[in-house]
């Protein structure tokens, strides 16, 4: 149903006031994602001491945590259901054809990793050029900081409306409202300063964009909110969380153990050397001894001596650093467990360590990536049905059977993962299904297919055009050594 301006513009900022709300955090993940965070459990005597010297510094794992998930997930395809189980469906060329079209290959990645920081990530399906003949649609992926989606009250799947905000580079900031039945765009001036101020803060409200009434209001012709948002870890009454969200303390403590043992390693990792009975050179004028630091610097070229026979001379032991150490292997094993990223993820080498261990050991991530395939393959098959409605095509675009087709999110050796293929194929299943397992996608299995076909067919037409007098001869059963006794074979 249509709205008036005046309720587009309350809707506004009731999404711009929310997105307003999560920049904070979303920000704050983010900075602990780059490693840019600030020294946090040092005290302030330590930081005006230090805190100059390791403003930059960060042993970043959460960057770890982060991408360890999100770089198993990789959707290959999709299939499109008929309701027949005598019709089972086979991935969907135009699909794929959309899909390679929008690049999203790789955007999809992206979106995946955005998701696991941010908590959240957001895909836009529009018309790439609505005045065309044929009509193409255009997957994007949009970031949290800039994009925020309403559901109708006491749901959690359907989307009541969607507000996508940015900065313009000609001193505007601008916004799209997106409404199942329309699209409203606004802009306002920017903040002089360039300070993104709260909404409502802003000195500059909303107005239309544009002079002419289409480039303020456009139909829209979907009937759906065109964006869908990706969410990591979704909850019930919660917010999604992001995938570092647990290990963000034990994170900052890893830092100041290391930043510690720098300030430790410097202070006391070189041996100190102490003297007694030392006789120290005297002022001729005052009488007075002369403590020159110079003369205890020592060099190559340098050595100490002392008229006292008694005379004395020995090291004080250096740091120890081994306990720092141990304190962050602690933590980074805690940041493990809580995160259920493999040990392996934060070893620097590995050694007598069983191809078993390692399964074993990546079984958590494995069973986690498996988990988000279910959530995020519900969110792209959306993203596909409303690319097949920009195109205008309703079957598709309705179906309630889309199905996600995701590569293997468990690393296994190439060894390990053919003979489990070829176990399966001992079992009774199918060619086409036993490429899927094998990581193939279905643009490279159909063209498998065609190469299979096209060997059958030279290899028919070599036996049917075989030249005349050519004869095939087989030992005789029984014939023992004998040479040169061969039966014809007609």
Known sequence: MAVTAQE????????????????????????IYKGSQNLGFASERFKAAFGGLFKGFSDNWSEVVCDAPSERLCPVGF???????????AADKDAQRIWQS?????????????CSVKSRSFVLVWAEDPDADEVEPEITVEDATQCIVAYEPGSRRKRKAALKRFDGDDGFEYSTLYLRDELWKWRRTRSPSGLHLPSSMSLSRWEPRGDRP?????DNPLKRVPMVELRNRPRLTDDPSPEHLQVIPIQIAVTKLIADMLTASEAGAFPARWGTGIDLPKDP?????????ELWRLAVNKMLRASNKDAKFGNFEAADLSNFVAGINLLTEHISALSRTPPTYFMGKIQNVSADALTAAEAGL????????TFLGEDWEEVMRLAFLVKGEEKRGKNPLAETIWRDVEYRTEAQHIDAILKKKALGVPWRQLMEDAGYTPTQIDRMEKMLEADAERAARALAFKPPGEEDFVEDEGAGDRTGDEVLVP
């Open 102 to 114: 929008s690049n999203m290959d790789a955007w999809a990645r992206v979106a995946h990793t955005e």
């Open 214 to 218: 289409d480039q303020q209001r456009i």
């Open 285 to 293: 004028l005052t009488g007075q001894e002369i403590d020159d630091p």
């Open 366 to 373: 494995a069973s986690k990536c498996g988990i988000k395939t």
């Open 79 to 89: 299939r499109f259901g008929t309701g027949d189980e005598k019709d089972p469906p």
């Open 8 to 31: 587009a513009l309350r809707i506004t900022s009731v999404l711009e006031q929310e997105l307003d709300r999560r920049q904070a955090s979303i920000t704050l993940w983010n900075d």
